[in-house]
């Protein structure tokens, strides 16, 4: 079974600028959640995705956003890019439903400059 | 809002020597809990979980763990830790009724086994 995939890996951007990141989950996993990961706040909760909807949301502001397609693949925004977005953004697949564990992609290495 | 709290950010072990990562959840009702691990350079991998049943849970790579309810807590352990063991681990909690709600992660802490 092929793990959780995210590109781009690595993206350097500017201030001010826009990203879209991407996550394709295990096959037959419904839900994608989305994290920010940084060595002074580890890992804070961004949102959750569930057969297309935001079933979830952590607190984080609006410039962040997110959608999940039919085959659950699920995209991540960020708008208007400041320093402080630097970071490693985590997808995590899951089945989303029934006692469940979530299986993690490498991750992206999101470099604001 | 539930959290997640792990007693220590950094532990130094060297080979053979015993390991014990606390973690404790605030949450009142029933939940699902998880040990995830990540090596350097490589993504989140899950340890061990516990659902229900057997509160000593076993893992990968001979890692345990034991939910002791009236303590909030789910401690990892490892009679005996090797080298390759170097890692970041993260306790990790979702509420049983979980439908509409997230896992919440502790911060992590970070194991140094010196060969």
């Known amino acids: 079974k092929a793990g959780v995939t995210q590109t781009p890996r690595y993206l350097i951007k500017t201030r001010g600028q826009q990203v879209t990141l991407s996550c394709s989950p295990i096959s037959g996993h419904r839900s994608v959640s989305w994290y920010q990961q940084t060595p002074g706040q580890g890992l804070q909760f961004l949102f959750e995705?569930?057969?297309?909807?935001?079933?979830n949301k952590g607190n984080f502001p609006g410039r962040f956003s997110g959608r999940q397609f039919s085959n659950s693949r699920s995209e991540m925004n960020v708008s208007t890019l400041e320093l402080g977005d630097s970071a490693l953004y985590l997808c995590?697949?899951?089945?989303?439903?029934?006692?469940?564990?979530?299986?993690f992609g490498p991750g992206t290495r999101l470099t604001v400059t | 809002a539930q959290s997640v709290s792990q007693h220590n950010h950094h532990v130094i072990l060297s080979e053979a020597a015993s390991l014990e990562l606390g973690c404790n959840y605030s949450y009142g009702g029933t939940v699902n809990l998880f040990w995830y691990v990540q090596y350097p350079g490589q993504h989140l991998q899950l340890l061990l979980k516990?659902?229900?049943?057997?509160?000593l849970v076993k893992g990968i790579k001979g890692f345990e763990a034991e939910f002791i309810k009236s303590k909030f807590s789910f401690n990892l352990r490892k009679p005996s830790v090797q080298w390759s063991d170097t890692a970041e681990y993260f306790c990790?909690?979702?509420?049983?009724?979980?439908?509409?709600?997230?896992?919440?992660f502790g911060p992590g802490t970070r194991l140094s086994v010196l060969p």
């Open positions: 995590a697949s899951s089945l989303g439903s029934g006692p469940y564990e979530q299986y």
């Open positions: 995705y569930f057969s297309e909807t935001q079933r």
């Open positions: 516990y659902f229900s049943g057997d509160p």
């Open positions: 990790a909690v979702i509420p049983r009724d979980n439908y509409g709600q997230n896992f919440v």
